[in-house]
Nanobody, 123 residues
Framework: QVQLVESGGGLVQAGGSLKLSCAVSGRTYTMGWFRQAPGKERDIVAGISWSGSTYLADSVQGRFTISKDNAKNTVYLQMSSLKPEDTAVYYC????????????????????WGQGTQVTVSS
């Protein structure tokens, strides 16, 4: 059984930085960070494959970085130059199968989800 526990959310001023962590227990392959703002759909923010390939949504390119530490079984989302529109609940998600082709966006591929962590960016 896979368990994902996010941490690192909080309140930050526009232009500031936060680093989210997702502690992973169990075997996983591609990992993703998603976010959901009030009244909006949940969307992909970033993904990292089992081999280390990464994906970033256009809206966060140049500001966010996804990484992982296999020794610590932890996936990170470093967020910089935060904007009020980044305000959302951020979720860590995991794929439990290894696919021939990576797909970070398709939420149906993610079998496990964390409980979410709130990120609030004030203007």
């Amino acid at each position: 059984q896979v368990q994902l526990v996010e941490s690192g959310g909080g309140l930050v001023q526009a232009g500031g930085s936060l680093k989210l962590s997702c502690a992973v227990s169990g075997r996983t392959y591609t990992m993703g960070w998603f976010r959901q703002a009030p009244g909006k759909e949940r969307d992909i923010v970033a993904g990292i494959s089992w081999s280390g390939s990464t994906y970033l949504a256009d809206s966060v390119q140049g500001r966010f970085t996804i990484s992982k530490d296999n020794a610590k079984n932890t996936v990170y989302l470093q967020m910089s130059s935060l904007k009020p529109e980044d305000t959302a609940v951020y979720y860590c998600a995991a794929q439990s199968r290894r696919y021939l082709l990576d797909d970070y966006v398709a939420q149906v591929r993610y079998d496990y989800w964390g409980q979410g962590t709130q990120v609030t960016v004030s203007s």
